[in-house]
Nanobody
């Protein structure tokens, strides 16, 4: 499974960005997917996750009400709509996919999000 993120960039505080994660390869193996982020000097943290059918989502408290995770299985793509962005949202955002059958976790290369104050 290969994951490619896109959509990062520079935005002013209060603005919006939409990240995409395109999956290819043996995507049939993928169960849950999620977004993580890592700010400079900090550990990678979970931002949001979504189940295979998209019926269940989870969010970090810091992004609840501002970010929305979704997936289009027909396009093998996951999204993260980020609204009301804050400078503390600045980080490299990574796409993650998990295959339960093989107990494998896949990662994308990351896309950088910078929020200016």
């Amino acid at each position: 499974v290969q994951l490619v993120e896109s959509g990062g960039g520079l935005v002013q505080a209060g603005g919006s960005l939409r990240l995409s994660c395109a999956a290819s390869g043996s995507t049939v193996r993928i169960n849950s997917m999620g977004w993580y982020r890592q700010a400079p000097g900090k550990q990678r943290e979970s931002v949001a996750s979504i189940t295979s059918g998209g019926g269940h989502t989870n969010y970090a408290d810091s992004v609840k009400g501002r970010f929305t995770i979704s997936r289009d299985n027909a396009k093998n793509t996951m999204y993260l709509q980020m609204n009301s962005l804050k400078p503390e949202d600045t980080a490299v955002y990574y796409c993650n996919a998990r295959a339960i059958a093989t107990m494998t976790s896949y990662w994308g290369q990351g896309t950088k999000v910078t929020v200016s104050s």
